[in-house]
């Protein structure tokens, strides 16, 4: 069966800190990749979504960037995090068309 | 882009109550439409979806409708229990030239009441 793995689990960093969040997936090959951020109390945001190595889409821009180095592998990275980056990032995979997202368990990041 | 709203933000019903949480799309290409539970402090899990092909599931207590017509799609819970409390959020997802995009709505705030 997939799983997917994410950490850490909790973050706290001052602000213009770099930032690297890492996100893995077993049991699948070729899955659909995602990053999600949640502030406090609402909905999920979109930030970057990739369909294999080197492909990623950008929705929002900001300073927040995403690689895939390898087919199971997505990471979130900061240069210098500001205090608008506080929140709930969660990582996602999905493997075929019309199938559903399924969440890590995300990584609360508090931004000082 | 594809935009998804979703209402109400909050809903308190009693113990054994039904519930609906109704939610509208704005691009008529997204044929995906998944549901997720969030509970407090963690991470959003699927309950039950619905393809663009199909206007009504159920499974047990909850049931997804979807009428593509007007572009809109609810869920329905029923026999409410104190564990549904929680926030529910609507997806919608569209096939674009870079995969599988799901936009979610902003999330309804389910109490159920003992």
């Known amino acids: 069966s997939q799983t997917i793995h994410q950490w850490p689990a909790t973050l706290v960093q001052p602000v213009g800190s770099p930032l690297s969040l890492e996100c893995t997936v077993e049991?699948?090959?070729?899955?659909?990749l995602y990053w999600y951020r949640q502030a406090a109390g609402r909905g999920l945001q979109l930030l970057f979504y990739?369909?294999?190595?080197?492909?990623i889409s950008s929705e929002v821009p900001q300073n927040l960037s995403a690689s895939r180095p390898q087919d199971r592998q997505f990471i979130l990275s900061s240069k210098k995090l500001l205090l608008s980056d506080s929140g709930f990032y969660l990582c996602?995979?999905?493997?075929?068309?019309?199938?559903?997202?399924?969440f890590g368990n995300g990584t609360r990041l508090t931004v000082t | 882009g594809e935009n998804v709203e979703q209402h109400p933000s909050t809903l308190s019903v009693q113990e054994g109550d039904s519930a609906v949480i109704k939610c509208t799309y704005s691009?008529?290409?997204?044929?995906?439409f998944p549901w997720y539970k969030q509970e407090l402090g963690k991470r959003p899990q699927l309950i039950i979806d619905?393809?663009?092909?199909?206007g009504e599931k159920k499974d047990q207590r909850i049931a997804v409708t979807l009428n593509k017509t007007a572009k809109h799609f609810s869920l329905h819970i029923t026999e409410t229990q104190p564990e549904d409390s929680a926030v529910y959020f609507c997806?919608?997802?569209?096939?674009?030239?870079?995969?599988?995009?799901?936009?979610f709505g902003p999330g309804t705030r389910l109490s159920v009441l003992p």
């Open positions: 049991g699948t090959s070729n899955p659909n």
């Open positions: 990739s369909v294999g190595i080197g492909q």
């Open positions: 996602a995979w999905s493997i075929v068309t019309n199938s559903p997202l399924h």
């Open positions: 691009d008529s290409a997204s044929n995906y």
């Open positions: 619905i393809r663009s092909n199909v």
């Open positions: 997806a919608a997802s569209t096939l674009d030239n870079y995969g599988q995009n799901f936009v």
